[in-house]
């Protein structure tokens, strides 16, 4: 199993241009979430898919942020225009089916975005 | 705010010691997980106790759960360099939204002196 998958590892950008980062999912995980760590705000979940559809996004900070989930092995988290306050380590998991509601995650090894 | 907040925030101990780390929350939960992050790496998870449930041993690991003070410790028994690491706990409630998630807490930070 290679775990969930993210990319880029490193990302160093200019403020104002698009950045997308990538993740891919455990197989047969339906639950994908989206998460940011900082050290001055921890780490916050910013969106979750369940069977590719978006379930909560009231962490997104702002418009300038969207995610999609186009299928079961894929997903995007698109920051346009992007700021420097958006630097921060960004993470992908996921999880298998079960309850009906999220249980323990399996986290990717994150995107370090500097946003210069 | 923070669902979960650790403490202490930092640990500093010598191999062999045990460690030991509290959480506290504020509303009520589903299940509590503990999570271990290596620098630079992502999360591990390393346990989960669910809220009719008092205690759970993994391993070298010790998780209680007091849902009537919500609070819950994880003890690292015999502890070695290896664990080294921050652990975090998360709380699976519900949401303002009235979404189910995951919130964790800022993390304690272990050192383990060899």
């Known amino acids: 199993d290679a775990g969930v998958i993210q990319s880029p590892r490193h990302e160093v950008t200019e403020m104002g241009q698009e950045v997308t980062l990538r993740c891919k999912p455990i197989?047969?995980?339906?639950?994908l979430f989206w998460y940011r760590q900082t050290m001055m705000r921890g780490l916050e979940l910013l969106i979750y898919?369940?069977?590719?559809?978006?379930?909560?996004d009231s962490g997104m900070p702002e418009d300038r942020f969207s995610a999609k989930m186009p299928n079961a092995s894929f997903s995007t988290l698109k920051i346009q225009p992007s700021e420097p306050r958006d630097s921060a380590v960004y993470f992908c998991a996921s999880s298998p089916p079960g309850t009906g509601a999220p249980d323990t995650q399996y986290f990717g090894p994150g995107t370090r975005l500097t946003v210069l | 705010s923070q669902q979960g907040e650790e403490d202490p925030q930092a640990l500093s101990i010598q191999e062999g010691e045990n460690a030991t780390m509290n959480c506290s929350y504020k509303t009520s939960i589903n299940n509590l997980q503990w999570y271990r992050q290596n620098s630079g790496r992502g999360l591990v998870h390393l346990i989960l106790i669910r809220s009719n449930e008092r205690e759970k041993h993994s391993g070298r690991l010790r998780v209680t759960l007091d849902t009537s003070k919500k609070s819950s410790s994880l003890l690292i028994t015999a502890s070695r360099a290896a664990d080294t690491a921050s652990y975090f706990c998360?709380?699976?409630?519900?949401?303002?939204?009235?979404?189910?998630?995951?919130?964790f807490g800022s993390g304690t930070r272990l050192q383990v002196q060899p």
């Open positions: 998360a709380t699976d409630a519900y949401l303002d939204t009235g979404r189910r998630a995951l919130t």
């Open positions: 197989s047969g995980h339906d639950y």
């Open positions: 898919f369940n069977n590719n559809v978006p379930i909560d």
